[in-house]
């Protein structure tokens, strides 16, 4: 069996062919740490090992060996992978792309025509970024092995209840894959800090991609004709608001969501500046629907108000924060920042001074193993998240409320 995963990419490319390399490196590419490329990845699966893997249960997580998964998921890759990155011409480098018109062919716009056609069929796309210590065919195992998991269908769980099929998109940044815990964490920090412009690149050509997209949904949608009818008394700026918002966050009937995992968020923090940058006013474009922080390597006050973080509920419909306290990798962490306090360890600092689109989810009850790191790619937490991007409360997918404030929750075995 062929598993396919679509990427964008700042790595720098090994193999004669930028266009079909042989995989990707540690480093930043050659034309710039900005520089992205767009593609897809190929690898042979054996489909027996994949659904022994999926049935396969873990201590209180249930179904669905998502860690187990990546690990044979990653062999595949190196011993079968095929890359084909979407080919691009940009006749005058130093002209802008825009003046240049016509004959500029960008990789991003034929990758987004493809997810677009793929959304069409009933589809969510979740844009993942990956953390810390991961090498390219690790970070392409755990997105494909997150997107098997999460779409895993448990015959008694889902029974008679509306499922919502997603398709993950890898943003993959030159993180140092090596086993040297103390040397790698800082190298890959500075790696991530370089990052930040290469995915804040990305986001602005997906809010771009999405303008362009919304014009046909002016132009087209009933939906948004009925939206501006009931709408008719209110004031013209709030219509033209409550219009982008449904273009921003569901098109083609389906919806964006953004998974960060580990220092993906600290590559996302800084990427968020970058987006500010480049957009009018004082307010960041609403991309997501739902943005999913899991074990964020990002100090435990980043959403507060004058964090890093603090703006990220302006680009999403709703926020999640999943951690957990006995969190090794975040250990690491305390140790090489000189910062013990960690927002995937305790969850927020101050869980009452955040946004009301932001909540966390402690996963402490469900978390076993050494690393006790990448807990959301397993059985019951994936499928939380799976039922968060379909719209349902942390109430009715059976958190329960921890009481430290409203926007506070938890598993429970």
């Given amino acids: 069996m062929q598993t396919q995963l679509y990427f964008a990419t700042n790595r720098g490319h090994e193999g004669a062919d930028r266009f079909a390399p042989d995989r990707y490196g540690p480093r930043f590419s050659s034309d710039g740490m900005e520089n992205l490329r767009f593609g897809r990845v190929r690898f042979d699966v054996d489909e027996a090992k994949v659904l022994e893997l999926l049935a396969r249960r873990r201590e209180h997580t249930g179904a669905g060996d998502g860690e187990a998964l990546q690990d044979y998921f990653a062999r595949c890759v190196k011993s079968s992978q095929r890359i084909e990155c979407y080919r691009e011409s940009i006749p005058d480098p130093k002209v802008n792309e825009t003046a240049q018109g016509a004959a500029v062919k960008l990789g991003s716009q034929a990758m987004f025509a493809d997810l677009q056609a793929d959304m069409q069929q009933g589809r969510d796309l979740l844009v993942l970024v990956h953390g810390f210590n991961v090498s390219w065919e690790e970070a392409v195992a755990t997105a494909a092995a997150f997107e098997a998991v999460i779409n895993r269908h448990d015959p008694q769980l889902d029974a008679g209840q509306p499922f919502q099929p997603v398709r993950v998109l890898l943003f993959t940044w030159p993180s140092d894959g090596s ?3 103390w040397a790698s964490y800082k190298s890959d920090r500075a790696d991530a800090r370089g990052t930040s412009g290469a995915l804040g690149r990305a986001l602005l050509k997906l809010r771009d991609q999405l303008h362009l997209l919304g014009r046909e949904v002016r132009q087209k949608s009933v939906e948004v004709q009925q939206l501006r009818a009931r ?10 608001r409550a219009v982008a918002q449904l273009e921003a966050t569901q098109l083609c009937g389906q919806k964006l969501h953004l998974l960060a995992h580990s220092m993906g968020n600290y590559v996302l923090q ?5 987006v500010y940058e480049f957009s009018p006013g004082n307010q960041l474009p609403r991309i997501f629907d739902h943005v999913f922080l899991c074990a964020p390597d990002v100090d435990d006050d980043a959403l507060e108000e004058g964090g890093g973080l603090a703006r990220v509920h302006q680009v999403a419909q709703a926020v999640a ?5 006995g969190d090794t990798a975040l250990k690491i ?3 090489t920042k000189g910062n013990p306090d960690r927002l ?5 600092a101050r869980p009452q001074a955040l946004h009301q689109k932001v909540y966390q989810v402690d996963c402490a009850p469900l978390v076993t193993g050494l690393t006790q790191h990448s807990y959301y790619t397993n059985g019951r937490i994936a499928r939380d ?3 968060a991007l379909q719209g349902q409360t942390p109430l009715a997918r059976g958190l329960r409320a921890t009481g430290l404030a409203p926007n506070c929750w938890s598993f429970t075995r």
Avoid: F, K, T, W
């Fill in 321 to 325: 924060v999943y951690h957990n306290p």
């Fill in 385 to 387: 998240i799976r039922l």
């Fill in 344 to 348: 995937g360890q305790r969850g927020a």
């Fill in 231 to 240: 709408m008719a008394d209110r004031p013209a700026a709030e219509v033209e």
């Fill in 270 to 274: 800084n990427a968020l500046s970058r």
């Fill in 333 to 335: 962490s305390d140790y």
């Fill in 179 to 181: 086993a040297l815990p």
